[in-house]
C-alpha cells in the first residue's frame, strides 16, 4: 500500500511533532479513515518529505510524531519552462504535467498571437495549489517555481546563464530537436525553452528569441496543440537529459537525512 501524502505548513511542525488541520485532516479522517499507529508522509513545499506515524485523531486536527526526513535529489539538469499563457484549464494542465516531468521552474508569458492582459491576480494563488496538489500526488518534495506571467521579450532577455535555450516552432524546417540534444555535450544542466500559444509565435517573436541566443526547433511535421506540444518537449527533454531515470538505491541514501527519533 502506498504511503498516505499530506500537505502541511512548516509552522504546524514542531520539533517531532506534527499537527494536521484542515481538509488534509478531514481526508485523513474521514475519507481516508486512517488510524492512530497507521504511516504517513509529510509535504511541506519547501522541499522536505517527513515519514510519520499518527498518534491522534481528534476532531479538528491530527497529531503525528515525525519519525524522519528525506528530500528529494537535485535534478540532472534544471529546466525552466516558458509558456505562452494559454486559453482556459489548458493552463492548469501544463502546470499540473510540467510538475509531474520534473520542470525546476515555469514562465507565463504574453505573446502577440495569444493572451495580452494580466490574468486576475488570484491566479497564481490558484497555480500554487494546482501545483502542491501534483507535487503531493507524484511524491515530488520541491515545488517547481511559478512566476508571474511577463513580457516574452523580458524572459528572453534576462534569463540567467543556460546551456540550451529552445523555441518550440512548428515552422522550423532545418533544425530536429534530436540533432540538437545530439550536439549537446553530456554537461547540458540547463535548460530555457519557450512553448508558444495556441495562435502560435509570430515571425518577430521567433526572430528575437533567435537575437537571444534561442534555437528553433522543430517536433515534427504535425502541427501540435498548445498543451500536446509542451508535454512531448518536456518528456523528451527530460528522457534525454537523465531526469527520467529511477533513483537508484545508493542514491536514495544520499537523499535521505538522518531519522528524527527512533519513533
Ligand atoms: N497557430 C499555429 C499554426 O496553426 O500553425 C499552431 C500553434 S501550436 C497550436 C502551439 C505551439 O505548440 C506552437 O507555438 C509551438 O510552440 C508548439 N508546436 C506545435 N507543433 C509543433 C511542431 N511540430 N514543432 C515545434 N513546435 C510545435
Redesign the pocket.
Known sequence: MSLRRFFIHPSDITGETAQLTGPEAHHLRTVLRLNSGDPITFFDGTGARYQARIERILKDRVTATILGQTRDLPPKARLHLGQ?LLKGQKMDFILQKATELGVDAISPFYSE?GIHKQPKDTQMDRWQRIVLEACKQCDRATPPEIHAPRELTELMAVPPPYDARL??????TQQT?NEFLAGQSKDCRSVLF????????SEAEVACAQKNGFT???????????E???L??TAILQFTLGNLDPVLPDDQEKSSCEPLSNG
Open positions: 505562452a498571437h523555441i518550440f516552432w512548428e515552422h522550423e530537436l519557450l512553448l508558444g500559444p495556441e495562435g502560435g509565435f528553433p526547433v522543430s517536433l515534427g511535421p504535425r502541427i501540435l496543440r498548445a500536446t506540444a509542451t512531448a518537449a
